[in-house]
């Protein structure tokens, strides 16, 4: 399935204009795309909804203005540009083509034993000979394996547009449906597999869009122009018992959205944002399903029938929900629907024919699990990597491999706490911290020192950008006692008591605080802190990050305010010009550091366990699969 996410500076997951946050400092596993939970995630519209239906009438789209579409033969009349409709998988074929055969075979490659960070040699190589592609006509993929996948934390909907987990996303990357998608460099593209054609308008204000007529929901029903439509009016519904605005953010810059067949969805903008094509892009849901049931169940949660497709949703993607056992597992199966049609062969046959996503919260546990062959992929933490992956007991089954990834972790500061209002004091917590122990000790080495809310690889990054901090008591003087709070895990417990530790030595008092991560969503959402260790990954566009440091919006945890910033985010959704809008999001960056709403950690690259079964893994710098292809590249190779 291609990456079709908009939600998430991260992850993710679906990807790419709700931002998706990181949740286990060092931990690569624990990669939550909430830090906290998004106003539009389950948790919250729970908490909103939980006193009981709403006695407002639910009419569907009623924050869609009023806008009167012309006929479409006069949308015939306008100067119309080809969008580029794509096989995501065909385009890395020729991509790999160009760049020549890998120095190594798959067999070479896998006796090898990867010691990065000592040298990078062994690590290129193993990822150059296996992320190599299957070839078109499959040859040497095993079309009966079964993908047994690790996460740490168990689904929360399986309703795409209340997805607030990575876990959520990974079930909507295999499942879902969009109309959009982007590759690993962030360049988006209509899916061949879905769309015939896509013109946009020569002003940028107008797109028009035309899906194949092959195209079905896991139930058969035909997938058409009317579930794009009323998808948008969906999220564009103003209703207390329905509180979806992570997916709205983007969504809600499109003037109007309307199918005018089956075929034929077209979108207007209200601007011609830079951003206006990542606003095209949501999860898409079956109409047939939801169209009356909305209006009895404002929520979609509560009715016995919301319930049953929760529990068994109707899905457009390549893969169908089989099974859930919460807390344990969840089981996809590849869709028949999705490749045949009448009796016909009319796209890729998937490569998996199931994908097993197990939960295990316990990270040495989900080690174990990989040695044994019980699983067969993980992220792995620093400590997992230098040290229990380099036995023998590891590499009988498996390999592993690091790729650049864009995910940063910080301490947020509530600048409305009263320890924190003053720049001055959060500029002598960043230079009272111990960045050489938090690198080199508990990190491994593994990680860069975070310079920022941009990673140095990104086009955005400024070219003039901020140097490492170096430790400097003398320079971090004030006083005070505050409570940091942090993640349950091993590695979040680090971070926080060498933070404690730090700041003893300038005779500040910190209260570490663990805290479970249900109670830390909660906290976060309502400003309850003073101090909390987080992360964030990538989006697809920079102007995603207005969701974390824009003045009032969803995710500004820290409640940040800068007129400046957000006067630069706006013009930054308006330049057309990619060199002219680094320059305004390098600004953006600056301002951000000077301010320190946030210290910045340590950015953190994407480490991988794969089994040796496994082939065709490439990288974005949003990790392995929320890309496209991504995960659809995945493939276990025949005996």
């Given at each position: 399935?291609?990456a079709r996410?908009?939600f998430?500076w991260c992850?993710?997951?679906?990807?790419?204009?709700?931002l998706?946050?990181?949740t286990?400092?060092?931990?690569?596993?624990?990669?939550?795309?909430?830090a906290?939970?998004?106003?539009g995630?389950?948790?919250?519209a729970d908490q909103?909804s939980?006193?009981?239906?709403?006695?407002?009438?639910?009419?569907?789209?009623?924050?869609?203005?009023?806008?009167?579409?012309?006929?479409?033969?006069e949308?015939d009349?306008?100067q119309?540009?080809?969008?580029?409709?794509?096989?995501s998988?065909e385009q890395?074929?020729?991509?790999?083509?160009?760049a020549g055969?890998?120095?190594?075979?798959?067999?070479?490659?896998?006796?090898l034993?990867?010691?990065?960070?000592?040298?990078?040699e062994n690590n290129?190589k193993?990822?150059?000979?296996l992320?190599?592609?299957a070839?078109?006509d499959?040859?040497?993929v095993?079309?009966e394996?079964?993908?047994?996948?690790?996460v740490?934390g168990?689904?929360?909907?399986t309703?795409?547009?209340?997805g607030s987990?990575?876990?959520?996303y990974e079930?909507s990357?295999?499942?879902?449906?969009s109309?959009?998608?982007?590759?690993?460099r962030?360049?988006?593209f209509a899916?061949?597999d879905?769309?015939?054609?896509?013109?946009?308008s020569?002003?940028n204000l107008?797109?028009r869009?035309?899906?194949?007529?092959?195209?079905?929901?896991?139930d058969g029903?035909?997938?058409?122009?009317?579930d794009?439509e009323f998808?948008?009016?969906?999220?564009?519904?103003?209703?207390?018992?329905?509180?979806?605005p992570?997916v709205?953010?983007?969504t809600?810059?499109?003037?109007?959205v309307?199918?005018?067949?089956d075929r034929?969805?077209?979108y207007w903008h209200?601007e011609?944002?830079?951003?206006?094509?990542?606003?095209?892009?949501?999860?898409?849901l079956?109409?047939?399903?939801?169209?009356?049931?909305?209006?009895?169940?404002?929520?979609?949660?509560?009715s016995?029938?919301h319930?049953?497709?929760?529990?068994?949703?109707?899905v457009?993607?390549?893969?169908?929900?089989?099974?859930?056992?919460?807390n344990?597992?969840?089981v996809?199966?590849?869709?028949?629907g999705w490749?045949m049609?009448?009796?016909?062969?009319?796209?890729r046959?998937?490569?998996?024919k199931?994908?097993?996503?197990?939960?295990?919260?316990?990270?040495?546990?989900?080690?174990?699990?990989?040695?044994?062959?019980?699983?067969?992929?993980?992220e792995?933490r620093?400590?997992h990597w230098?040290?229990?992956?380099?036995?023998?007991d590891?590499?009988?089954?498996?390999?592993?491999?690091?790729?650049?990834?864009?995910?940063?972790?910080?301490?947020?500061?509530?600048?409305?706490?009263?320890?924190?209002s003053?720049k001055r004091?959060?500029?002598?917590?960043?230079?009272?911290?111990?960045?050489e122990e938090?690198?080199?000790?508990?990190?491994?080495?593994?990680?860069e020192?975070?310079?920022g809310?941009f990673n140095?690889a990104?086009?955005?990054f400024?070219p003039?950008?901020?140097?490492?901090?170096?430790r400097?008591l003398?320079r971090?003087?004030?006083?005070?006692e505050?409570?940091?709070?942090?993640?349950?895990?091993?590695?979040g417990?680090?971070?926080?008591?060498?933070w404690?530790?730090?700041?003893?030595?300038?005779?500040?008092t910190?209260n570490v605080?663990?805290?479970?991560?249900?109670?830390?969503?909660?906290?976060?959402?309502k400003h309850e802190?003073d101090?909390?260790?987080?992360g964030w990954g990538?989006?697809?566009?920079?102007d995603m990050?207005e969701?974390?440091?824009?003045?009032?919006?969803?995710r500004?945890?820290?409640q940040?305010?800068?007129?400046?910033?957000?006067?630069?985010f706006?013009?930054g959704r308006r330049?057309?010009?990619?060199?002219k809008?680094?320059?305004?999001?390098?600004q953006?960056?600056m301002?951000l550091w000077?301010?320190?709403?946030?210290?910045w950690?340590?950015?953190?690259?994407?480490?991988?366990?794969?089994?040796?079964?496994?082939r065709?893994?490439?990288?974005?710098?949003?990790?392995?699969?929320?890309?496209g292809?991504g995960?659809?590249?995945?493939?276990?190779?025949?005996?």
């Amino acid at each position: 399935m291609q990456a079709r996410q908009r939600f998430g500076w991260c992850s993710v997951v679906w990807a790419a204009s709700v931002l998706g946050g990181v949740t286990a400092g060092c931990s690569s596993q624990d990669r939550s795309p909430d830090a906290a939970a998004p106003p539009g995630s389950t948790q919250q519209a729970d908490q909103k909804s939980a006193a009981g239906p709403s006695s407002q009438p639910f009419v569907l789209g009623n924050a869609v203005e009023p806008f009167d579409p012309p006929p479409l033969e006069e949308l015939d009349k306008l100067q119309w540009e080809d969008g580029p409709v794509v096989d995501s998988l065909e385009q890395l074929r020729a991509e790999k083509a160009e760049a020549g055969p890998p120095p190594t075979s798959v067999e070479e490659a896998l006796a090898l034993r990867n010691d990065f960070p000592k040298s990078r040699e062994n690590n290129d190589k193993i990822l150059a000979a296996l992320s190599q592609l299957a070839p078109p006509d499959g040859a040497g993929v095993d079309y009966e394996h079964t993908f047994v996948r690790h996460v740490a934390g168990d689904l929360n909907s399986t309703n795409p547009l209340f997805g607030s987990s990575v876990t959520d996303y990974e079930l909507s990357g295999m499942a879902g449906f969009s109309v959009l998608a982007f590759n690993r460099r962030f360049e988006y593209f209509a899916d061949k597999d879905i769309v015939v054609s896509w013109q946009r308008s020569k002003d940028n204000l107008v797109e028009r869009i035309v899906l194949r007529d092959d195209l079905t929901w896991s139930d058969g029903t035909p997938i058409t122009a009317h579930d794009v439509e009323f998808t948008y009016r969906l999220i564009m519904t103003d209703h207390p018992e329905l509180v979806i605005p992570a997916v709205r953010q983007g969504t809600d810059q499109l003037r109007y959205v309307k199918a005018y067949d089956d075929r034929t969805i077209v979108y207007w903008h209200k601007e011609p944002f830079a951003t206006r094509t990542g606003n095209m892009l949501w999860p898409v849901l079956p109409k047939h399903i939801y169209e009356k049931s909305v209006v009895e169940d404002p929520s979609m949660k509560r009715s016995e029938h919301h319930r049953k497709y929760e529990e068994q949703p109707v899905v457009g993607g390549p893969y169908e929900l089989v099974s859930r056992v919460r807390n344990q597992e969840f089981v996809v199966r590849r869709r028949e629907g999705w490749y045949m049609h009448g009796g016909q062969q009319v796209r890729r046959k998937p490569y998996f024919k199931e994908v097993r996503v197990k939960i295990i919260e316990d990270l040495n546990t989900a080690i174990l699990a990989l040695k044994a062959g019980d699983i067969q992929s993980m992220e792995l933490r620093p400590e997992h990597w230098e040290s229990l992956t380099a036995g023998d007991d590891f590499y009988a089954q498996n390999t592993k491999v690091m790729a650049p990834e864009w995910t940063e972790f910080h301490v947020v500061w509530n600048v409305k706490s009263p320890y924190f209002s003053d720049k001055r004091v959060r500029w002598a917590m960043t230079y009272a911290f111990d960045y050489e122990e938090l690198l080199n000790t508990i990190c491994r080495g593994l990680y860069e020192q975070g310079r920022g809310t941009f990673n140095p690889a990104a086009w955005m990054f400024p070219p003039d950008g901020p140097q490492p901090v170096k430790r400097d008591l003398d320079r971090a003087e004030d006083l005070l006692e505050f409570q940091l709070m942090t993640y349950t895990t091993e590695t979040g417990v680090q971070v926080a008591t060498l933070w404690k530790e730090s700041l003893d030595q300038i005779g500040v008092t910190v209260n570490v605080k663990p805290t479970e991560f249900a109670v830390m969503q909660d906290k976060t959402l309502k400003h309850e802190f003073d101090a909390c260790f987080a992360g964030w990954g990538t989006g697809a566009d920079p102007d995603m990050q207005e969701n974390i440091f824009g003045a009032g919006k969803q995710r500004n945890y820290g409640q940040y305010a800068n007129p400046e910033v957000d006067k630069l985010f706006e013009q930054g959704r308006r330049e057309l010009d990619r060199d002219k809008r680094a320059t305004i999001y390098g600004q953006i960056h600056m301002l951000l550091w000077e301010d320190q709403p946030y210290t910045w950690l340590f950015y953190r690259n994407a480490f991988f366990a794969f089994n040796k079964k496994l082939r065709g893994y490439n990288f974005s710098p949003r990790g392995p699969y929320d890309f496209g292809p991504g995960f659809a590249a995945l493939y276990g190779a025949a005996e």
